[in-house]
T-cell receptor, first 113, second 116 residues
Framework: AQKITQTQPGMFVQEKEAVTLDCTYD???????LFWYKQPSSGEMIFLIY??????QNATEGRYSLNFQKARKSANLVISASQLGDSAMYFC??????????FGAGTRLAVHP | DTEVTQTPKHLVMGMTNKKSLKCEQH?????MYWYKQKAKKPPELMFV???????INESVPSRFSPECPNSSLLNLHLHALQPEDSALYLC???????????????FGPGTRLLVL
């Protein structure tokens, strides 16, 4: 069975510093996709970044990068130069069968000035 | 543009009411989804539509009735709900599976539902 594990219920970071949010996954599929979403208190799920299992390079999108270590089955999100607006819940997710998204429990990030 | 819209933003209803949630996307996506999210939990998949046909029903009670009138619209009809159905209901859309990063699901802002 496919599973996403996020072991950090909450994280704190100072503004302008970098932060890494952990995500490990379990799957027996050879082809899979990994996603990170941000959910502010308003509720909307905002897509941040995608990594395909066959992608040789780590995905990057602006201040977001995904540290993909296939052998370790980890897909950590790195946010550089944190901003106050980055305070939110962050979900790691994996594409399951029939394009179902399997979510981790989430990590709540607080950015302090 | 990766916009998915949902109406209403907030909804309060009694257990005997009938109401509908609406979701719309104009990205040409042929897959649309309904998720339910309780506080401090990740979203849980309810339904998936592919090419306007229901492809997945995650054993959702019949008091929730989805409808996909066309490729841009997705409705969720609500009837005789229970207080435990109070949650954030999220709609999402995507291209069809297995097409690389086109499989990304884009979410709407959600409808916060309170059942009294």
């Amino acid at each position: 069975a496919q599973k996403i594990t996020q072991t950090q219920p909450g994280m704190f970071v100072q503004e302008k510093e970098a932060v890494t949010l952990d995500c490990t996954y379990d799957t027996s599929d050879q082809s899979y996709g990994l996603f990170w979403y941000k959910q502010p208190s308003s509720g909307e799920m905002i897509f941040l970044i995608y990594q395909g299992s066959y992608d040789e390079q780590n995905a990057t999108e602006g201040r977001y990068s995904l540290n993909f270590q296939k052998a370790r089955k980890s897909a950590n999100l790195v946010i550089s130069a944190s901003q106050l607006g980055d305070s939110a819940m962050y979900f790691c997710a994996m594409r399951g069968g029939y394009n179902k998204l399997i979510f981790g429990a989430g990590t709540r990030l607080a950015v302090h000035p | 543009d990766t916009e998915v819209t949902q109406t209403p933003k907030h909804l309060v209803m009694g257990m005997t009411n009938k109401k509908s949630l609406k979701c719309e996307q104009h990205m040409g996506h042929r897959a649309m989804y309904w998720y339910k999210q309780k506080a401090k939990k990740p979203p849980e998949l309810m339904f998936v539509y592919s090419y306007e046909k229901l492809s997945i029903n995650e054993s959702v009670p019949s008091r929730f009735s989805p409808e996909c009138p066309n490729s841009s619209l997705l409705n969720l009809h609500l009837h005789a709900l229970q207080p435990e159905d109070s949650a954030l209901y999220l709609c999402a859309s995507s291209w069809l599976p297995g097409q690389g990063n086109q499989e990304t699901q884009y979410f709407g802002p959600g409808t916060r539902l309170l059942v009294l």
